[in-house]
């Protein structure tokens, strides 16, 4: 059985109220490699004035790809989560 993972990704609902194309990671609120819940803040995401909480998708171990001041367009990809069972 082969591991999958959920890819972490901007939602584009973030540039709903916004003109301008691109935003940025202002902040990841967790560590690569840490685990985290399904709904849970992991980063926030600054579209011109407004900051926009990015939630976990799935429970699992996050890999971040986007460093925290990396430009971000809409529905872009930023880390994965491994889902991880509990034993």
């Given amino acids: 059985m082969n591991a999958s993972f959920v890819t972490l ?11 301008l194309p691109e935003g940025y990671i202002e902040r990841w609120l967790v560590s690569d490699g840490a685990r985290i819940e399904v709904g ?8 011109e004035g407004a900051l926009h ?8 171990k996050l890999r971040i ?6 430009v971000v367009d809409p529905g872009m990809p930023v880390g994965q989560i491994t889902p991880q069972l509990d034993a």
């Fill in 9 to 19: 990704k901007v939602p584009q609902e973030f540039w709903a109220l916004s003109a």
């Fill in 65 to 70: 790809d986007s460093a925290a001041n990396s």
């Fill in 40 to 47: 849970v803040p992991v980063a926030l995401v600054r579209i």
């Fill in 53 to 60: 909480r990015l939630l976990a998708p799935a429970t699992g």
